[in-house]
């Protein structure tokens, strides 16, 4: 019953660090995506995989970077972390089109960069 | 990117009320979809849409893909004190998808 899983839940950084954020998905969807959330703001898409070995930008990319691991696991990389991305970030999959079969989230991770 | 209006931003209602939300945009949409999030957790979804006019149900729950296509609405009938929560609305033209901000629903036992 895991669906999408993230990793950490919760992160400070210091401004210029960096990190990766691990999501993985136990449901053999192709598509996953990661999207962040700020208060006032819907949901922006910060990158997607539409399947194994492809990554595309969404609607905010700067400043971050993706691997498509495998199938499973789809992970967002902080090179050098801003307050600006202060946010909850949130992983999701879908088996398919997301106008078709919607998607999957994780619970999110908090990051606060300082 | 485009952005979702959605009404109200935040509503404290009685239990047994009913409840009303609504999500407009400024393009055609193809899709739509409506999720509830809970404190600390992602989005889970609620239901979706896939042809103007329709109306489909989940439990208390009833959503319809508006007419002009440019927006879709969720209703949510004799409320209980599980139903507080972040309703997002979420919209596709047929490439991405779209978010609103969210309504936040207190129900006041």
């Known amino acids: 019953n895991a669906g999408v899983t993230q990793t950490p839940k919760f992160q400070v950084l210091k401004t210029g660090q960096s990190m990766t954020l691990q999501c993985a998905q136990d449901m053999n969807h192709n598509s996953m995506y990661w999207y962040r959330q700020d208060p006032g703001m819907g949901l922006r898409l910060i990158y997607y995989s539409a399947s194994e070995g492809t990554t595309d930008k969404g609607e905010v990319p700067n400043g971050y970077n993706v691997s498509r691991l495998n199938k499973r696991e789809f992970s967002l990389r902080l090179e050098s972390a801003a307050p600006s991305q202060t946010s909850v970030y949130f992983c999701a999959s879908s088996e398919g089109s997301p106008n078709l079969y919607g998607y999957t989230f994780g619970s999110g991770t908090r990051l606060t960069v300082v | 990117g485009q952005q979702l209006n959605q009404s109200p931003q935040s509503m404290f209602i009685q239990e047994g009320e009913d409840v009303s939300m609504n999500c407009t945009s400024s393009?055609?949409?193809?899709?739509w979809l409506w999720y509830k999030q809970d404190p600390g957790e992602g989005p889970v979804l609620l239901i979706a849409l896939y042809k103007a006019g329709e109306l489909t149900s989940n439990g208390r729950l009833t959503a319809q893909f508006g007419i002009t296509r440019k927006d879709s609405f969720l209703n949510i009938s004799a409320s209980i004190p599980s139903d507080v929560g972040i309703y997002f609305c979420?919209?596709?033209?047929?490439?991405?998808?779209?978010f609103g901000t969210g309504t936040s629903l207190t129900v006041i036992p």
């Open positions: 393009s055609i949409f193809n899709t």
């Open positions: 979420a919209g596709s033209p047929g490439n991405q998808f779209y």
